[in-house]
């Protein structure tokens, strides 16, 4: 499998396998489908897992899959949803969500620990839910002041490697994070044909996502880039019940370019995912597969590489990187 610098990581497979779908947050599996394809990802080349207590039981199925020893050279990476916080809170409310993790993989180490929610401005005022504010989100003073410290605490102490934010929501305080130092070592950032975060945020917004992969890419900070499928939306189908209103509305949005992939035999899935691996910028993509035949697919639209330059035009004459109403 293709290896690309992720930052100051260093190098890491293309691909990521996302604890999303085998933690059964994609649609349904078992447990023992999950253990099968975590082992099956590792055996083909994939050496980067991204997890999240959120995620259900994709951690357990990693310790139960590794039993505490990963293969060599694999990497974990864990998240923490904060929101904002009294200061003197932040490190223990980390802490803990860690620990709880590390028990749970049966790891003493992560590899990369992410700010799982969004970073909005102080005086930011959600057009929707602002009452949820301090549950969704992390104001930049608190960021600032108590949360790239808390986060610096626990690598110093050796139990992260490094850290990372989720680069959804405010765009311009992303780039803020990104540009100002102390950076974080890697971004979770939007990277799909629609530039879509889907319902990842609640309002409609440009998401200036391929701005925020260049700045990354640009002040050396690894870019992980999530939603190569967005949810969903970029394949033939949703397989689940449960879906959220954006997710639904960039499925109808995205119609044109699935008939662009029927004229051309292809499945869009792959399209999709090839489309994401031959972004500028990005360096490893994370896979929301949540069974066997879904990795091998992903894995399938890998060994083909990037589109070539007239799919990639066709398919951005679509205009389809502009915001549903």
């Not at 357990?60 to 929101?83: H, N, Q, S, Y």
């Not at 608190?142 to 680069?167: C, D, K």
């Not at 069974?291 to 589109?307: I, K, P, T, V």
Request: proline share 5%; net charge negative.
């Amino acid at each position: 499998m293709e290896k690309r610098q992720f930052g100051s990581i260093g190098e890491v497979s293309c691909l990521t396998l996302g604890g999303g779908g085998i933690g059964q947050v994609w649609g349904e599996t078992s447990r023992e489908e999950g253990v099968a394809t975590l082992r099956m990802a590792v055996d083909e080349g994939i050496d980067v897992i991204d997890a999240a207590p959120g995620h259900k039981v994709c951690e357990a199925l990693i310790g139960e899959a590794f039993e505490g020893r990963l293969p060599k050279g694999v990497k974990v990476t864990t998240k923490c949803g904060l929101g904002t916080v009294p200061d003197a809170e932040v490190y223990p409310r980390f802490r803990a969500s860690l620990e709880h993790s590390l028990k749970a993989m049966r790891l003493e180490q992560v590899d990369l620990f992410f700010l799982h929610n969004q970073i909005c401005p102080d005086d930011f005022v959600y057009p929707a839910e602002n009452d949820r504010r301090a549950e969704i989100a992390t104001t930049w003073s608190s960021y600032r002041h108590a949360v790239v410290p808390a986060l610096q605490r626990l690598q110093r102490e050796g139990l992260i490697g490094g850290w990372g934010i989720t680069g959804v929501s405010v765009p311009a305080t992303i780039l803020d994070a990104l540009t100002e130092a102390p950076r974080p070592h890697a971004v979770q950032a939007v990277a799909n044909l629609l530039d879509s975060p889907g319902g990842l945020i609640g309002f409609s917004t440009p998401s200036r996502a391929r701005e925020i992969i260049a700045a990354a890419h640009l002040n050396g900070v690894g870019v992980m880039a999530i939603r190569a499928v967005q949810a969903g939306a970029l394949t033939r189908r949703f397989d689940r019940a449960s879906l959220h209103d954006r997710d639904t509305a960039d499925f109808h949005h995205a119609a044109p370019f699935r008939a662009l992939c029927d004229k051309w035999g292809a499945d869009p899935a792959i399209i999709a995912h090839r489309y994401a691996l031959g972004m500028a910028g990005v360096e490893t993509v994370v896979l929301g597969v949540k069974n066997r035949d879904e990795l091998a697919d992903a894995l399938a639209a890998e060994r083909q590489g990037a589109l070539d330059p007239a799919e990639i035009a066709a398919i951005d004459a679509l205009a389809l990187r502009e915001v549903p109403a």
